[in-house]
């Protein structure tokens, strides 16, 4: 199994030249988001790419060694995420990789920015 930080340095190559993306740690995974949406992530030696769109979802979990993204065995996210986990012959694929990249990045820039949390302040 590839270490993550090697998977997520060809995850940013595969993001090279997409604008406003930023990467972001949290809840012990790396995730890569574009002007404020999350659409990729490294997690356990896999690859994930958020694909909002059910139709370019269904294609890319259609494909050989591709799986929906669990955190929990055998509990995959909310249906709205669709989180897809890339074969992993796109890690020896940059070409392929890249083109799905881009797919989900621009479906993420289509979604609304998430909404900020109100801080709850203590009463003395």
Known sequence: MPLDADLMAILLDAADGLRLVEKKRMFGFEALWGDGRIFALVWQGRISLRVPDP???????????????????????????????????????????????????????????????????RRA
Do not use: M
């Open 55 to 121: 139709a370019a979802a269904a294609e890319l979990a259609g494909l050989p060694g591709a799986a929906a993204l669990t955190i929990v065995e055998g509990k995959t996210p909310q249906s709205g995420q669709r989180w897809i986990n890339v074969p992993e012959s796109f890690h020896d694929d940059p070409h392929e990789l890249r083109r799905w990249v881009g797919r989900a990045y621009d479906l993420a820039l289509l979604q609304p920015l998430p909404s900020r949390r109100k801080r709850r302040t």
